[in-house]
């Protein structure tokens, strides 16, 4: 009987081939001081977000602001949420996680998921629990309790976050794995010939 032979740079595709990759926002392409208004939308790193109101129907929305400050434990330029949600234009049909740095400085923190809404005083409240079908971790990424990561896994159809007081940077999520590709690399294994 043929052994199976392994095409050559097939050890990678078969390696990931279950795995997702990843897009990254990091607002470091945006223009510091530039600000953003509920109906405005912008593109950052080829990732469109739109700027709605802090909740839904909300009567006092105000704006994001791109600073330098570095008030979300990120690096380089960050967003500041001033009332407002900074919603992703999820560019799939879903994606599997999102994850955003944040540094939170008082007020209410919102987190919208799949039509979903979880409120709270800090993130770190809502570690563990679901929101629109997606289970929420915050990580503590040391420089008190006010920084952070917050991560959504599921199947997320659409994503936002707003503060009253609240500071994104590092927005990313997960590009799901094509449903073919572990088929295409089942197929780049070929009978070799004995000699």
Avoid: H, K
Avoid at 46 to 57: A, M
Avoid at 151 to 170: A, H, M, P, R
Avoid at 175 to 192: E, H, K, Y
């Amino acid at each position: 009987m043929p052994a199976a032979r392994l095409l050559p740079g097939a050890i990678a595709l078969v390696a990931t081939a279950g795995l997702a990759a990843a897009d990254l926002a990091s607002f470091n392409d945006l223009t510091v001081g530039d600000e953003y208004m509920v109906g405005d939308s912008f593109t950052s790193d080829g990732i469109t977000f739109d700027i709605l109101d802090f909740t839904p129907g909300s009567m006092f929305s105000n704006r994001a602001r791109v600073d330098d400050n570095l008030m979300a434990g990120g690096d380089g330029f960050d967003l500041e949420l001033n009332n407002v949600r900074l919603e992703l234009a999820v560019p799939f049909s879903s994606v599997p996680s999102v994850t955003i740095f944040f540094g939170q400085f008082g007020g209410d923190n919102n987190i919208f998921v799949n039509g979903d809404m979880i409120s709270t005083a800090t993130f770190y409240d809502v570690d563990g629990m679901s929101v629109g079908g997606a289970t929420i971790d915050v990580a503590d990424l040391g420089g008190g309790p006010s920084f952070g990561r917050l991560t959504v896994t599921g199947d997320i159809e659409s994503f936002g976050i707003s503060g009253q007081e609240l500071w994104v940077d590092n927005l990313r999520f997960a590009i799901p794995a094509p449903a073919t590709l572990p088929l295409l690399a089942g197929g780049l294994l070929a009978p070799r010939r004995r000699r």
